[in-house]
């Protein structure tokens, strides 16, 4: 990802392609282990750190997160978004701060604006009391000099869920109530005290013990890696580092558009208003926060995802199946028991890279097509590509979209506002569709490029993809012996 995180992956990086080292070599011990606290940190000055011996402690627990444990040995928690505590310390713990511009002016604005008795006169500008403060920000809309600020933890701002709090000695919780693992944390802390579990060396092992192990790779890979590198050169390069195949998650938003026509289609006889199933976080918020919505809303249809994750267990039975995208919320999907029938592992192409670096292999352009989605499977990835499918197969189906009406909305803002509306029963649209990553699942946390070269290299891989038709490219794949149902029964 192309932001200003740069030193955190690259430390992210480099512990998992050791740790990934560690599994092909058949080697995991702690004493391995350990050896690479000392490469990665080899003092005796610290490189990330204040001091060597905490920067050791930050990455003792990003090994454990890489091997596919819990950061903190004593924490029992299934989240796959965690805290990695020996990071967590910089942050203020006051959101609202005095700042050198204060004038100590004889108006006292500030004090006469607090209802709390927060503020009190320092001996050269006034001081706020972080246990009195209920952070109501008068003071600052008060303060003629604009001498006090909102000093927001980056981590609490982005959280679209409001999930992320902090104890008595300033290290980040996250509620697991709330947590829709949609992983805008994890990229927004300036400390990298944010990270997921890993599961490569559960698939290094897969792989090792000769388990058939198939790649699923999202319709967001294509403009990731520029726009000389489409699915066949993921595929060959995953097939290179030990997978037996790769299949294009397209594939599944084609499957999945064509059964989510289907409830539209049964929704809009109804009068009943709908939303789409394709964003595990956008479902977990529905979940979370709007359960009746959930139980009536809601589609049916599994996501890409799991429905291509169905057709390869049926074709290949024993199978191991790996999800690769910019998603962290497809992790939780992965663990999530309310959906039957789920991939087994889910990893991101940051994750993707580490693995493939382990062997010293690349992903490079190659000249073999590989085409399994149609055009309009290709482009779930990007916001009204679910949409514009659903309709597409509508048509195909001869049924009249005029009148229907869409509200597609990204980032937890705006699906948080569509979802208050259809709450109050206010919402105009038939039907929503919800993505919490801005743009859609090309704009999640773990893409490998600017929005503007996504765009430039998608536009240009996906327009030499052919023009097929979305229900006649799924005759050619056995539909009637998998279920595209959330709860696994068949129609």
């Not at 001091?51 to 003792?60: G, L």
């Not at 972080?130 to 003629?144: F, I, L, Q, R, S």
């Not at 992320?164 to 400390?191: L, M, Q, R, T």
């Not at 579990?197 to 198939?214: D, P």
Request: hydrophobic letters at 35%; one cysteine or more; proline letters at 4%.
């Amino acid at each position: 990802m192309i932001t200003n995180d740069r030193g955190i992956r690259d430390l992210k990086h480099d512990i998992a392609t050791e740790v990934c080292k560690l599994a092909w070599e058949g080697a995991p011990t702690d004493e391995n282990r350990e050896k690479i606290v000392f490469k990665i940190s080899p003092g005796p000055k610290p490189e990330y750190r204040c001091c060597v011996y905490k920067e050791r402690a930050i990455v003792r627990e990003r090994i454990r997160l890489a091997s596919g444990l819990n950061a903190d040995v004593t924490n029992c928690t299934k989240n796959v978004v965690q805290v990695i505590k020996p990071a967590c310390d910089d942050c203020p713990t006051s959101t609202y701060s005095v700042t050198d511009n204060c004038r100590f002016c004889l108006g006292r604005a500030c004090i006469n604006s607090c209802r709390f008795g927060a503020i009190t006169k320092g001996e050269k500008r006034m001081q706020i009391d972080p246990t009195k403060c209920k952070e109501c920000g008068m003071c600052a809309k008060a303060c003629p000099y604009g001498a006090i600020i909102h000093l927001e933890r980056p981590c609490k701002k982005v959280c679209p869920v409001g999930a992320i709090s902090w104890d008595e000695y300033g290290f980040c919780n996250i509620d697991e109530s709330k947590c829709v693992h949609c992983g805008h944390c994890i990229h927004a802390c300036p400390f990298g005290a944010i990270g997921s579990k890993i599961f490569l060396v559960s698939i290094i092992e897969a792989i090792k013990a000769g388990r058939e192990v198939i790649a699923m790779c999202a319709p967001a890979s294509e403009g990731q890696f520029g726009k000389d590198i489409g699915m066949a050169s993921l595929r060959n390069a995953l097939k290179k580092v030990g997978f037996a195949d790769m299949v294009e998650v397209g594939l599944g938003a084609d499957m999945t558009a064509a059964y989510e026509a289907k409830e539209w289609i049964e929704a809009k006889k109804e009068g009943r208003k709908m939303t789409t199933s394709c964003c595990p976080a956008f479902i977990s918020l529905l979940r979370h926060q709007f359960p009746k919505q959930y139980e009536e809303n809601k589609s049916s249809t599994v996501s890409p995802m799991v429905a291509v994750n169905r057709y390869l267990k049926a074709t290949h039975p024993g199978c191991v199946t790996v999800f690769i995208g910019p998603c962290i919320a497809k992790k939780g999907e992965t663990l999530n028991e309310f959906i039957v029938d789920n991939a087994d592992y889910a990893i991101t192409f940051g994750e993707m890279t580490s693995l493939l670096e382990s062997k010293d292999i690349a992903v490079e352009p190659v000249t073999e097509d590989y085409q399994e989605a149609s055009r309009f499977g290709k482009k779930f990835a990007s916001s009204g590509g679910v949409a514009a499918a659903v309709l597409e197969v509508m048509k195909e189906m001869g049924e009249d979209t005029e009148d229907i009406h869409l509200l597609a909305c990204t980032g937890g803002a705006e699906c948080k506002k569509a979802l208050t509306m259809l709450k109050a029963g206010t919402l105009k649209e038939d039907f929503i569709e919800g993505m919490m990553c801005p743009g859609g699942c090309v704009g999640g946390p773990s893409r490998h490029k600017t929005d503007i070269e996504i765009a430039k290299a998608r536009t240009e891989l996906i327009d030499k993809a052919d023009e097929r038709n979305i229900l006649e490219n799924l005759k050619k794949y056995p539909m009637d012996q998998f279920s595209m149902f959330r709860d696994g029964h068949m129609e």
